[in-house]
């Protein structure tokens, strides 16, 4: 099996939407080390049990995590794979700015002017002449 590294768009807006959420962002913390179960998740949060499903279900559409039955529970686990696919996108954005600073820096370095450059004499030198 092969998997797809490159996040589609629709996979993008997903994955950000979900994680946009405090409470999301700490769902997905919280199941990263081990599954748990929706009962014990929503314990935690200071609202209701369906609130914290509907949580639950955005993590699970984006990808982000990964739910199963197991007798009357669902137990939720983060899922690595897109964990990964979606570090893999910001480390693009990241060099695609780090290589934009780094073209911004050489052009800034090459275009400084030298002070006793013939075309741009200095500025406080006395006038000659008079």
Do not use: C
Not at 9 to 30: G, K, N, P, W, Y
Not at 72 to 99: C, Q
Request: proline share 5%.
């Amino acid at each position: 099996m092969v998997a797809q590294l490159e996040l589609s768009e629709a996979e993008t807006d997903r994955v950000f939407h979900a994680l946009a959420t405090a409470t999301r962002r700490d769902i997905l913390r919280r199941t990263i080390n081990e599954e748990q179960s929706v009962s014990t998740l929503a314990v935690d949060y200071d609202m209701s049990f369906a609130a914290v499903q509907k949580h639950v279900a955005v993590l699970e559409a984006a990808g982000l995590i990964i739910k199963r039955a197991e007798g009357r529970e669902r137990l939720v686990r983060a899922n690595p794979e897109m964990i990964a696919r979606a570090r893999a996108l910001l480390a693009r954005y990241e060099e695609l700015w780090r290589a934009r600073i780094s073209r911004l820096d050489d052009l800034l370095s090459s275009e400084s002017p030298h002070r006793d450059s013939p075309n741009n004499p200095p500025q406080n030198s006395p006038k000659r002449g008079k």
